[in-house]
Antibody
Framework: EVQLVESGGALVQPGRSLTLSCVAS????????MHWVRQAPGKGLEWVSG????????GFAASVKGRFSISRDNAKNSLYLQMSDLRAEDMGIYYC????????????????WGQGTLVTVSS | IQMTQSPSSLSASVGDRVTITCRAS??????LNWYQQKPGKAPELLIY???SLQTGVPSRFSGSGSGTDFTLTISSLQPADFATYYC?????????FGQGTKLQIK
C-alpha cells in the first residue's frame, strides 16, 4: 500500500522560511516523479512544484518561483519543499503527491496523495 | 492552461444521474484527470487520461471528451459520492486544476 506522510507544517511569520518533508513507502520511490500541491483554506487545488525521479528536472508554479525549492533523497524515500519569503497567500494545506511517470512533466496523473500538512503564515 | 468547471455547485438526490463539465482554455488532447475530495481529506484519483477508471473506483463513474471539452458522469448517485470534484490537465506544466464542483445532497 502506498503511503505518503507529510510533516513540517507550522505557524510562521511573513518573510520567514519553512521546510516541508514527505516520507514515502509502499512503492519504488526512485521510479517516480513527485509533486507538491497546495490548497488554501476553503479554496481549490493548486500545483506548486514537481521533481523528476533522478532530481535532474524540476518545475515550479509562477507564484512560488524563486522562493521555493524542491528536492528529494531517494535513499531516504523522502521529498522536501524548502519555502522562503513566505507570504499570507502561501497559507494552506500542502499535499505530497506521487505521479504516475518518471519525469515530473510527462503528462501523468496524481495517483497517491498524503494527508497534507498545514502551513499558516501570520504575524 | 486555464480549466473551468461547471457548475460550481450542484444539488442532487441519491439515484440521480449527474454530469460535471470541464473546459480547457486550449486543446489538451486527452490529458485530463478527475479527483474526488471529501471534507478534511486529501483528493483521490477517480479517472485518468479522460476515461480510464482508477483501480477500485466504482463503475458508476465515467469520463469522456477530448480537446477542450470533458465530462465526468456519475450514473446513479450514492451517498458516498457527495463531495467536491476537480478536473486537472496534465498536458503541460504548470499543471492546473478546475475550481471544483461541490456536489451536495438535495
Amino acid at each position: 500500500e502506498v503511503q505518503l506522510v507529510e510533516s513540517g507544517g507550522a505557524l510562521v511569520q511573513p518573510g520567514r522560511s519553512l521546510t516541508l518533508s514527505c516520507v514515502a513507502s509502499g512503492f519504488n520511490f526512485d521510479g517516480f516523479a513527485m509533486h507538491w500541491v497546495r490548497q488554501a483554506p476553503g479554496k481549490g487545488l493548486e500545483w506548486v512544484s514537481g521533481i523528476s525521479w533522478n532530481s535532474a528536472n524540476m518545475g515550479f508554479a509562477a507564484s512560488v518561483k524563486g522562493r521555493f525549492s524542491i528536492s528529494r533523497d531517494n535513499a531516504k524515500n523522502s521529498l522536501y519543499l524548502q519555502m522562503s519569503d513566505l507570504r499570507a497567500e502561501d497559507m494552506g494545506i500542502y499535499y505530497c503527491a506521487k505521479i504516475s511517470t518518471r519525469f515530473y512533466d510527462s503528462s501523468g496523473y496524481f495517483d497517491s496523495w498524503g494527508q497534507g500538512t498545514l502551513v499558516t503564515v501570520s504575524s | 492552461i486555464q480549466m473551468t468547471q461547471s457548475p460550481s455547485s450542484l444539488s442532487a438526490s441519491v439515484g440521480d444521474r449527474v454530469t460535471i463539465t470541464c473546459r480547457a482554455s486550449q486543446s489538451i488532447n486527452t490529458y485530463l484527470n478527475w479527483y474526488q475530495q471529501k471534507p478534511g481529506k486529501a483528493p483521490e484519483l477517480l479517472i485518468y487520461t479522460t476515461s480510464s477508471l482508477q483501480t477500485g473506483v466504482p463503475s458508476r463513474f465515467s469520463g469522456s471528451g477530448s480537446g477542450t471539452d470533458f465530462t465526468l458522469t456519475i450514473s446513479s448517485l450514492q451517498p458516498a459520492d457527495f463531495a467536491t470534484y476537480y478536473c486537472q490537465q496534465s498536458y503541460r506544466t504548470p499543471y492546473t486544476f478546475g475550481q471544483g464542483t461541490k456536489l451536495q445532497i438535495k
